[in-house]
């Protein structure tokens, strides 16, 4: 009997502790995952059509707002109306590797009629595309309509390769103006703050039930919902995620901004474990070149151009200056990252000041290494002295005589003549002091690794259908291979996030 007892008694305390969980955490119409502008985009979306949500956010409420917060925010586009000119190009130019003609062919169908094999093929659709560059204005004009203002800004670029536009107050007036309109509606959105999603709660049948997280002291909490918005982010915060996906080099790159040490990819892998298809490229990330001392918010160092890149071994190591450094820095600092210890150090002399504003490009306020000698200079910086020296004279040596018309606004031509690496731009002796030196490492501003949505943000499994109740947003789905189409990922989240919010608060009786 005594036994009976117990284990009755062991049952009646289970029913009343799941009792008493759902009447803490009621279920939700609609759940969304991370806080940034993708999440609070879905999450006031869907609440504007009459949903109930719940807001997962792993930072507390002081930090909320993710990569959002600590960007720009600048918008590939040339008016309110209409993203830039060279929006879908970009886009495809930058699409991944060498897929399967024979498979693409059927893009031409309707996509309920396209082969299971290409709707999970991990290729961005051009649909997808076409919504987002459609639905950015529709996503900007929402955003006014929360006080939000935008502009042409001031860049940290002197010169750029595209049209870009921001909110007035970067991305923090984003998260601050929709952050506020959900604070005011609190009977209808629901924060838990200080709490990481883990896992998606999946019935026998496959169908989508709620999130399995843990909140403060690694309590596990389960919020309950059949329609779940992933906005976490990439895995950027993710040193083991990191590794496998990137590499060894990994170890020297670190977030942009602290709003990336939250993103620790459980998003993406939450879909994938879910049977979610990939998209987007896992091997690679947004990479920005930044100061290693500054503790600023992206101190991201774009000058470099003028100047030397020099490795620790006294070496240059590749094109200072293919083309405009907008087009180009990516490419460039992820050839920084697999220098020796992921680091390179510009190098100039007093000749840097002849352009014209160039302070603008650097947003560390750490003072550069400086010194009337070069030799000196090598030794502040740790390097090797005769090489640094040696390969500073090589490059005067190969400059143009003639370089009056040096032009930093445009690339001028003045190219390196018999050095390799050729100096393709702005190619002018270091000569005269005082030389100085900032140090850079690349920085990974997100990750592009992420699963498949439709142009209503709905996951894609790997059998190429729609994974019912599941949703993808913002960085969690993967649109960039290879190199980052400038100035469209906080619009992304924007757009992603409505489409999300929309499509699951249509489902919330299911």
Excluded at 7 to 15: E, G, Q, T, Y
Excluded at 90 to 115: I, K, M, Y
Excluded at 195 to 217: F, H, Q, W, Y
Excluded at 279 to 308: I, T
């Amino acid at each position: 009997m005594l036994v009976k007892f117990t284990h009755d008694r062991i049952l009646f305390v289970a029913k009343k502790m799941i009792e008493k969980n759902k009447e803490i955490y009621p279920k939700f119409d609609v759940i969304v995952v991370g806080c940034g502008i993708a999440g609070l985009s879905a999450a006031i979306s869907a609440q504007q059509n009459g949903a109930k949500v719940a807001v997962l956010e792993r930072a507390p409420y002081s930090e909320r707002g993710g990569n959002t917060r600590y960007t720009e925010s600048f918008w590939r586009m040339k008016s309110e109306d209409a993203v830039s000119d060279d929006f879908e190009d970009q886009f495809a130019a930058n699409s991944g590797g060498w897929p399967d003609p024979g498979v693409l062919e059927d893009l031409v169908r309707d996509r309920e009629n396209q082969p299971s094999v290409l709707k999970s093929l991990s290729i961005v659709d051009p649909s997808l595309i076409a919504t987002l560059a459609s639905e950015a204005p529709v996503a900007l004009k929402w955003l006014k309509g929360f006080g939000v203002k935008f502009d042409f800004l001031p860049l940290y670029f002197l010169s750029q390769s595209t049209t870009r536009m921001g909110p007035i107050g970067g991305g923090l007036a984003l998260v601050d103006a929709l952050g506020a309109y959900a604070d005011d509606h609190p009977e209808d959105i629901t924060f838990f703050y200080e709490t990481a999603a883990k896992k998606l709660i999946i019935n026998d049948d496959g169908n989508i039930e709620g999130v399995s997280g843990i909140t403060r002291g690694n309590k596990k909490v389960n919020i309950f919902s059949s329609n779940v918005i992933l906005s976490s982010g990439g895995f950027e915060g993710n040193a083991e995620m990191l590794s496998h996906y990137v590499g060894p080099q990994a170890q020297f790159i670190r977030p942009v901004s602290r709003g990336g040490h939250y993103n620790r990819g459980e998003g993406v892998q939450m879909a994938l474990d879910a049977g979610a298809a990939s998209c987007g490229d896992f091997g690679s990330f947004h990479a920005q070149p930044v100061d290693p001392r500054s503790k600023e918010m992206e101190p991201v160092f774009l000058n470099y151009s003028y100047g030397l890149l020099i490795n620790e071994s006294g070496l240059r190591f590749t094109d200072e200056a293919p083309a405009l450094v907008d087009s180009t820095y990516e490419a460039v600092t992820r050839i920084i990252m697999q220098q020796k210890n992921g680091i390179a150090y510009a190098v100039f002399d007093s000749k840097l000041d002849d352009v014209k504003n160039w302070n603008a490009t650097v947003r560390s306020r750490v003072a550069p290494f400086q010194s009337d000698t070069l030799r000196d200079l090598a030794s502040q910086i740790n390097l090797p002295a005769d090489e640094f020296l040696s390969t500073i004279e090589e490059f005067n040596r190969s400059c143009p005589d003639d370089n009056s018309n040096f032009d930093p606004l445009k690339p001028d031509g003045l190219k390196t003549d018999n050095l390799i690496p050729q100096k393709s731009n702005w190619s002018r002796p270091l000569d005269s002091g005082p030389f100085r030196a900032w140090p850079i490492i690349c920085s990974n501003c997100f990750t592009f690794g992420g699963v498949k949505i439709d142009d209503r943000a709905r996951v894609v499994n790997t059998e190429g259908d729609i994974i019912p109740g599941l949703y993808a947003t913002g960085e969690v789905a993967g649109i960039y291979y290879r190199t980052y189409t400038g100035a469209t990922s906080v619009m992304r989240g924007a757009v992603t996030g409505r489409l999300a919010g929309n499509d699951a608060s249509s489902r919330r009786n299911s």
